[in-house]
C-alpha cells in the first residue's frame, strides 16, 4: 500500500462520509459520485428511483449503497483508521469502488450505487427487476472475507395484550411486559432447537407515564437462520397465543455460486489471504438472489461496530479491497477451486 494511495484513499471516504445520506436522502452523495465518475472518464446514468448505473459491457457487477442510518458520528483518522456514521457501512465500499476504477485500465466491472437499503432495499429490487439475472459482488463490511453463506432471517411484532389496573393493586390486573417476557423466554427456546438467533430489537409498553399495570406490549424482533428450517410454522403458532403478530420479513438461506470462486481469486492475486465466512445481515445481495443472480458479499469494514457511535474502518483494509477489484477482469479467466 502506498502513502499516496492510502492518503488519496483517506481524502475520498472524508468527502463521502461528510456528505450526510439517510435512507431517503441520498441525493447530495448520488451526485458527487456522478461527478467523480464523469472526472475520471465514465459516464454513469441515473435510473428511475435514482440508482446510479455504470455498464461496462462486463459480464461482473460490483455493488454498494449510498444510504446510511442516521448520524452518530461526524468523520475522523487517527492514522490507522477511519471513523463516522457510514464510514463502513457502506462509504468504505463505495470509496473501494472508486480508486479501483480509477486506478485501473479497462473495464474489469461494471458498478451500481444503490438508494435505500437500509430501510426497504427499494434499490437493489429495482435494479434487479430490470435486468437479466447475473453475477454480483454486494460490498459490505465483512473484513474482507468471502461470505458465500447468507443467512435467512424472520423478522416479526406481536402486540400482546393484558389488563389494565391501579398500578398499586398490580394483582387485579394482567400485566402485558410480563406476559412477553415470557413469550421471550419461549422464543429462545424455539431458536435453540433450531439453529437460530433470536434477536431483540424494540419492545415498547403502553399506558406511558401513567401509574397503571400496563396493559399492552409491543414486541419486535427476528431470527437469525443459518440453515433452512421450519421455523416460521412454530414461531407464528406461538406468537398468536399472545397476541396479534404479524411476519415483517422473510429471507432464505442461499450460498454464492461462481462468483464466490472469482472473488477467490482476486483476492488471492492481489497477495491477500483468502477467507471465508457468512453473512447474517438482510444485505441487497438477498434481492439480487431471488431474482436469479449469483451473488457473494464482500467488503472493508466490521459489521458489529456498524450503526453505532463506534463505527470506524482502516485505510488499509479500503485499498486493500481496491486492489482485489482490480484484480477481477483476470480473475474471471482464472477460476480456481476453493
Known amino acids: 500500500m502506498t502513502h499516496e494511495i492510502a492518503s488519496k484513499a483517506v481524502e475520498l471516504l472524508k468527502k463521502l462520509v461528510e ?12 451526485e458527487f459520485i456522478v461527478n467523480y465518475l464523469e472526472n475520471i472518464g465514465f459516464s454513469p446514468e441515473i435510473d428511475s428511483v435514482k440508482n446510479i448505473i455504470l455498464d461496462l459491457g462486463a459480464d461482473l457487477w460490483v455493488t454498494a ?10 468523520f475522523s483518522f487517527d492514522g490507522e483508521f477511519c471513523y463516522g456514521t457510514g464510514v463502513a457501512d457502506d462509504k468504505a465500499s463505495i470509496a473501494s469502488i472508486l480508486l479501483a476504477l480509477e486506478l485501473t485500465d479497462g473495464k474489469p466491472f461494471n ?19 430490470k435486468r437479466d439475472a447475473g453475477r454480483a459482488i ?53 431458536g435453540k432447537k433450531y439453529g437460530a438467533v433470536f434477536n431483540l430489537l424494540q419492545i415498547k409498553s403502553l399506558p406511558e407515564d401513567v401509574y397503571v399495570v400496563p396493559h399492552i406490549c409491543y414486541l419486535k424482533a427476528e431470527c437469525l437462520l443459518p440453515d433452512k428450517s421450519s421455523i416460521l410454522f412454530e414461531l407464528l403458532d406461538v406468537l398468536e397465543k ?19 470462486k472469482i472473488l477467490e481469486n482476486a483476492i488471492f492475486s492481489a497477495g491477500l489471504k483468502v477467507e471465508r465466512s457468512y453473512m447474517p445481515s438482510w444485505t441487497d445481495a438477498v434481492n439480487l438472489h431471488n431474482a436469479g443472480w449469483d451473488t457473494v458479499v464482500f467488503g472493508p469494514g466490521k ?26 477482469g483476470k480473475a474471471k479467466s482464472q477460476i480456481r477451486n476453493p
Open 303 to 328: 459489521l458489529e461496530l456498524c450503526h453505532t457511535p463506534h463505527e470506524r474502518v482502516s485505510i488499509q483494509e479500503v485499498v486493500k479491497a481496491a486492489e482485489v477489484l482490480k484484480n477481477l
Open 242 to 260: 399472545y397476541g396479534k403478530a404479524e411476519i415483517l420479513e422473510v429471507s432464505d438461506v442461499f450460498i454464492s455460486g461462481e462468483v464466490a
Open 19 to 30: 456528505i450526510p445520506s439517510p435512507s431517503g436522502k441520498e441525493d447530495e452523495l448520488m
Open 138 to 190: 454486494v460490498m459490505e463490511p465483512t473484513e474482507l472475507k468471502i461470505c458465500s453463506e447468507h443467512w435467512g432471517v424472520v423478522e416479526f411484532s406481536v402486540t400482546v395484550e393484558g389488563k389494565p389496573a391501579h398500578a398499586a393493586t398490580p394483582w387485579a390486573g394482567i400485566n402485558a411486559v410480563e406476559k412477553t417476557l415470557s413469550l421471550i423466554d419461549q422464543l429462545k427456546e424455539i
Open 65 to 74: 449503497h449510498m444510504d446510511t442510518v442516521k448520524g452518530l458520528l461526524s
Open 111 to 129: 458498478c451500481a450505487f444503490f438508494v435505500d437499503e437500509e430501510e426497504t432495499g427499494l434499490g437493489s429490487q429495482y435494479f434487479a427487476e
